[in-house]
């Protein structure tokens, strides 16, 4: 078995600046997903990695940035907080490109004032 | 572009009561589907997950069918608890192109009253 790790599990921010959120696993997994939960809109693709240093924009990518520097992590910057801005961040990983089933962290949970 | 229907919002229910959870898909081929539990402060958890027509996925008791005519995978209980209560997903592993990510539907949220 494996984990994912998230941190933050909370994050306050303010209006216009940038945040980071992080995700760590060790299932030695070479794909990696951040998702975005918003109440009413389910789960939307922001970024994949299909392995280390590999970057692949989602459905969502627009205002935000990411970077795998490492097989086991993978973090996530808010480039700019929207004000009143509410999100959970969802980590995943599966073993491979090939490989469907995705794993979820426990989530970072964003409120921006 | 790929989807799922999960028709339900809102499912509420006593103990030992039989669960259906409606899911339908719109895709080419043979999707892989999967069912997701999210618990209340948790990411979403794997159930289980079909891959090829009239296949039976399963585990903790829930369990769905490929149905590759209807284009279903309802996820299905027949004595639910308390301890169910829940957000269940439903998602295809879209492959389009070189694309690989899951496909979510909205959601249902599962109530349970002892």
């Known amino acids: 078995g494996g984990i994912i790790t998230q941190t933050p599990k909370f994050l306050i921010g303010q209006e216009g600046q940038k945040l980071t959120l992080k995700c760590q696993q060790n299932f030695n997994h070479d794909t990696m997903y951040w998702y975005r939960q918003d109440s009413g809109k389910g789960l939307r693709l922001i970024y994949y990695s299909i392995t280390e240093n590999d970057l692949q924009k989602g459905d969502l990518s627009e205002g935000y940035d990411a970077s795998r520097e490492k097989k086991s992590s993978f973090s996530l910057t808010v480039t700019s907080a929207q004000k009143n801005e509410m999100a959970v961040f969802l980590c995943?990983?599966?073993?491979?490109?090939?490989?469907?089933?995705?794993?979820f962290g426990p989530g970072t949970r964003l409120l921006v004032l | 572009g790929d989807s799922v229907t999960q028709t339900e919002g809102q499912v509420a229910l006593s103990e030992e009561d039989f669960l259906t959870i409606h899911c339908n898909y719109s895709?080419?081929?043979?999707?892989?589907l999967f069912w997701y539990v999210q618990y209340p402060g948790e990411g979403p958890q794997f159930l289980f997950r079909a891959s090829r027509d009239k296949e039976k996925g399963s585990s903790r008791g829930f369990e769905a069918t490929y149905n590759k005519e209807t284009t279903s995978f309802h996820l299905q209980k027949a004595s639910v608890q308390e301890s169910d209560s829940a957000v269940y997903y439903c998602a295809l592993g879209d492959r389009t192109g070189n694309t690989r990510k899951l496909i979510f539907g909205l959601g249902t949220t599962l109530q349970v009253q002892p």
């Open positions: 995943a990983s599966s073993i491979d490109w090939g490989g469907d089933t995705q794993y």
């Open positions: 895709a080419s081929g043979y999707p892989a």
